[in-house]
T-cell receptor, first 115, second 111 residues
Framework: DVKVTQSSRYLVKRTGEKVFLECVQD?????MFWYRQDPGLGLRLIYF???????EKGDIPEGYSVSREKKERFSLILESASTNQTSMYLC??????????????FGPGTRLTVL | GENVEQHPSTLSVQEGDSAVIKCTYS??????FPWYKQELGKRPQLIID?????GEKKDQRIAVTLNKTAKHFSLHITETQPEDSAVYFC??????????FGTGTQLKVEL
């Protein structure tokens, strides 16, 4: 049973703070993803990684960076949090790398509020 | 890049009726089309997917159809039940498992 966990369910930060969101998967998946979910906008891809130390920009990477030092862990970093980054952040992982498509398994989400 | 449009944004049906959610995509190279269900307060979960070499796929009360020429695909739920109430997302991918999601449909099944 795939398990994707995120470091916090709820987080409150102040404008300008550096924020780290962490995601861990336990199934040796190659791909990992960070999305943000906002009402009426669906899930929008921020960054993804298909291998350790590899990263690719998604559709809305501005204001974010990522780190993947180990296969099981994918971190999302907000260098200087702003109020428009208040959102639900979802991490996901999938078995396949660049070679194919398959089911993405999501974490429970982190609801980030930036004051 | 890929653009996925999803309609309707909300859908209310009576228990036992059918529900249909429609999506269109823009990139003709897309070849993988999953559907995710997100219950209130829960994480999205895959319910069915279809690949571009198949026109239709069925799994019990759920079916998905794909029209590559028109670049649209649809989710059909028959004999709806209260537990089908959720937000449904369609998505499209051209490879590398990079998904572009639609904006979601809130389905409400009324007793």
């Amino acid at each position: 049973d795939v398990k994707v966990t995120q470091s916090s369910r709820y987080l409150v930060k102040r404008t300008g703070e550096k924020v780290f969101l962490e995601c861990v998967q336990d199934m040796d998946h190659e791909n990992m993803f960070w999305y943000r979910q906002d009402p009426g906008l669906g899930l929008r891809l921020i960054y993804f990684s298909y291998d350790v130390k590899m990263k690719e920009k998604g559709d809305i990477p501005e204001g974010y960076s990522v780190s993947r030092e180990k296969k099981e862990r994918f971190s999302l970093i907000l260098e200087s949090a702003s109020t428009n980054q208040t959102s639900m952040y979802l991490c996901a992982s999938s078995l396949f790398g660049l070679a194919g498509n398959g089911e993405q398994f999501f974490g429970p989400g982190t609801r980030l509020t930036v004051l | 890049g890929e653009n996925v449009e999803q309609h309707p944004s909300t859908l209310s049906v009576q228990e036992g009726d059918s529900a249909v959610i429609k999506c269109t995509y823009s990139d003709s190279a897309s070849n993988y089309f999953p559907w995710y269900k997100q219950e209130l307060g829960k994480r999205p979960q895959l319910i069915i997917d279809i690949r571009s070499n198949v026109g239709e796929k069925k799994d019990q009360r759920i079916a998905v159809t794909l029209n590559k020429t028109a670049k649209h695909f649809s989710l059909h739920i028959t004999e709806t039940q209260p537990e089908d109430s959720a937000v449904y997302f369609c998505a499209a991918s051209g490879g590398g498992n990079k998904l572009t999601f639609g904006t979601g449909t809130q389905l409400k099944v009324e007793l």
